[in-house]
């Protein structure tokens, strides 16, 4: 068990439709990531918050969206949902240990647009 | 733009048989080149973060290393439960500091 959660493991929803996923990191990180892995396109970086503030980004459609809460939980908001956009998704978070930034993965959210 | 290419994209070994993965990257500036391990439906889990050229980290069977355009993880000596896919990833220095992964090895480790 890593200490990151992830709600709802599972979710299955039609297209054109909007979702909220749910992470809630390890008592102490202040950093939370976003990953989207899909079988065609393996482990896609999407964004990174940093205690609330937006730190770094990858290839996030405009569609989808994340905030992070003052208790440092936080959600990925997924929008116009389309076939495509089925994939697991992966919430991580960090902290220091040393000089190591040690990335710690949920179990993830396995989402399913019909 | 970041690339993260690793090879092979599958391994099959003996148990007791030591390989190498590799890892090779172009990225601007490297903050970071993180190693994980995925087993099926599961969340990735982290095994090491190597920083500089020249840098080692080893953990029971595993060995990383790293120089300027790629890295390795050694696998000495592997168990039927090393079977899993390897991750290798890079986090970019300066700006926004984009996490790019690479496909991924499956190892699968026979008895």
Not at chain 2, 72 to 82: G, R, V, Y
């Amino acid at each position: 068990d890593s200490g990151v959660t992830q709600t709802p493991k599972h979710l299955i929803t039609a297209t054109g439709q909007r979702v909220t996923l749910r992470c809630s990191p390890r008592s102490g990180d202040l950093s939370v990531y976003w990953y989207q892995q899909s079988l065609d396109q393996g482990l896609q970086f999407l964004i990174q918050y940093y205690n609330g503030e937006e730190r770094a980004k990858g290839n996030i459609l405009e569609r989808f969206s994340a905030q992070q809460f003052p208790d440092l939980h936080s959600e990925l908001n997924l929008s116009s949902l389309e076939l495509g956009d089925s994939a697991l998704y992966f919430c991580a978070s960090s902290g220091r240990t040393g000089l190591e930034e040690t990335q710690y993965f949920g179990p993830g959210t396995r989402l399913l647009v019909l | 733009e970041d690339q993260v290419t690793q090879s092979p994209e599958a391994l099959r070994l003996q148990e007791g048989e030591s390989s190498s993965l590799n890892c090779s990257y172009t990225v601007s500036g490297l903050r970071g080149l993180f190693w994980y391990r995925q087993d099926p439906g599961k969340g990735p889990e982290f095994l090491f973060t190597l920083y500089s050229a020249g840098e080692e980290k080893e953990k029971e069977r595993l060995k990383a290393t790293l120089t300027k355009k790629e890295s390795f993880l050694h696998i000495t000596a592997p168990k039927p439960e090393d079977s899993a896919t390897y991750l290798c990833a890079v986090q970019e220095s300066g700006g926004y500091q984009k996490v790019t992964f690479g496909t991924g090895t499956k190892l699968q480790v026979i008895p």
